[in-house]
């Protein structure tokens, strides 16, 4: 299984910067001596000090000591036709990209493209499938960086939000719908790591997908890079929401679902 994308120091620190909330400043609200909070930032972490920090910085206590100590347990998704997760190293980190596909036509669209397309060509090849469309999550460097030899081998159009552009891609707004065989795609706007970061909603499969890039992560979810508010915004009114049993297909890290993560995740659960 590909490991979860962040640690809880990590976690902390995304709420931190977002907040712009120093190591000082948090002690000082948390009213606990601020070595105890530069041990957690560390990495040595005990209860009673993220039960401190945890409603200061908007995280659920319980999600986040089960992440520190080991015990965050990623969901367990069992495969469905016709989806399929390709995780490719890009510098000193993993990235996905995924396809989804009509079984029946063997229609199928490529969501980002990871560092190398070479597998999802692959893959493509050995289920006989043709590629329909691109759709692009956002275009940090990492889920494009393959874009141009994808677009090459499939001669499939490229889609990406307007807010951002990447190369021989057409811009679209919000709401856009896209359809490929049995395939029903929903474009929300799920900004805040990204100016356009864009989750597809799928449906047509045995159960609903969310292609949600770095909006959204197994235990976590992407920096706040232009707006930790929009992020954590558009995550609670755009993608918890969907049915429970929706599969999400993260930017970086192993798959999961929206229950798992209206449950458990340190971001959200205490919303």
């Known amino acids: 299984m590909i490991p979860l ?10 709420a931190q910067r977002g907040l712009g909330i120093s190591d000082s400043q948090l002690a000082e609200r948390a009213e606990i001596a601020p070595e105890r909070v530069r041990r957690l930032r560390d990495g040595d972490f005990d209860d009673e000090t993220i039960g401190a920090v945890a409603p200061i910085l908007g995280l659920d206590a319980s999600s986040l000591s089960k992440l520190a100590h080991n015990k965050w347990t990623p969901e367990s998704v069992e495969a469905i036709a016709g989806l399929a997760q390709f995780n490719t190293i890009y510098d000193d980190m993993t990235v996905n990209a995924y396809l989804a596909w ?6 199928a669209v490529a969501f980002d493209t990871g560092a190398d397309c070479t597998p999802m060509l692959d893959r493509a090849k050995s289920e006989n499938l043709t590629v329909k469309l691109i759709l692009l999550t956002h275009a940090h460097p990492d889920h494009v960086a393959d874009l141009a030899r994808l677009q090459k081998a499939t001669g499939a159009p490229v889609y990406i939000s307007s ?13 856009k719908r896209f359809e490929c065989g049995v395939l029903r795609i929903e474009s929300r706007l799920t900004s805040g790591h990204s100016r356009g970061g864009m989750t597809y909603v799928v449906d047509g499969l045995a159960r609903p997908i969310a292609v949600v890039g770095d909006s959204l992560f ?3 979810m ?3 890079a232009v707006s930790y508010e929009d992020a954590l915004r558009n995550n609670r009114e755009k993608i918890l929401p969907l049915p429970d049993e929706t599969i999400v297909c993260p930017g970086h890290g192993p798959l999961t679902t929206v229950g798992k993560e209206k449950r458990e995740n340190p971001f959200l659960a205490a919303s």
């Open 5 to 14: 994308e962040d640690t809880a120091a990590d976690i902390l620190g995304k």
């Open 102 to 107: 009509d079984p029946a036509s063997r229609d």
């Open 163 to 175: 807010r951002e552009s990447a190369s021989g891609a057409e811009s679209f707004e919000e709401g």
């Open 218 to 220: 197994a235990a976590s």
């Open 222 to 224: 992407g920096g706040g």
